[in-house]
């Protein structure tokens, strides 16, 4: 997947405050769903279509996933008053 060149023209925001989860939903008959929920907003993440996988879906899923250890790693510094993220599991 390429880099986006042209700038967003909306930005929408979710806290992850109190009551904010994030759930992967394997289903045995359709691809995979991953449920963000915050609060009154749900957002649903689902591959281009429900009956297979594509090679850009499976890219997405492996950006994704790096994405959010990295966000992970950076609230945990964050919390844990550290200046990088070395040593912080």
């Known amino acids: 997947m390429g880099r986006r060149t042209a700038r967003p023209s909306a930005v929408i925001s979710f806290n992850t405050g109190g009551g904010?989860?994030?759930k992967a939903l394997p289903y045995p008959a359709r691809t995979?769903?991953?449920a963000l929920d915050f609060g009154a907003t749900s957002?649903?993440?689902t591959t281009s279509d429900s009956d297979q996988v594509s090679p850009a879906d499976v890219e997405?899923?492996?950006q994704l996933a790096r994405?959010?250890?990295s966000f992970a790693r950076s609230v945990e510094r964050r919390f844990h008053g550290l200046a990088?993220?070395?040593g912080v599991a």
Request: positive net charge; charged residues 15%; aromatic residues 6%.
């Open 67 to 69: 994405e959010a250890a």
């Open 84 to 86: 990088n993220g070395r």
């Open 60 to 62: 997405f899923a492996r």
């Open 20 to 22: 904010a989860s994030a």
């Open 43 to 45: 957002v649903l993440v």
């Open 32 to 34: 995979p769903v991953l």
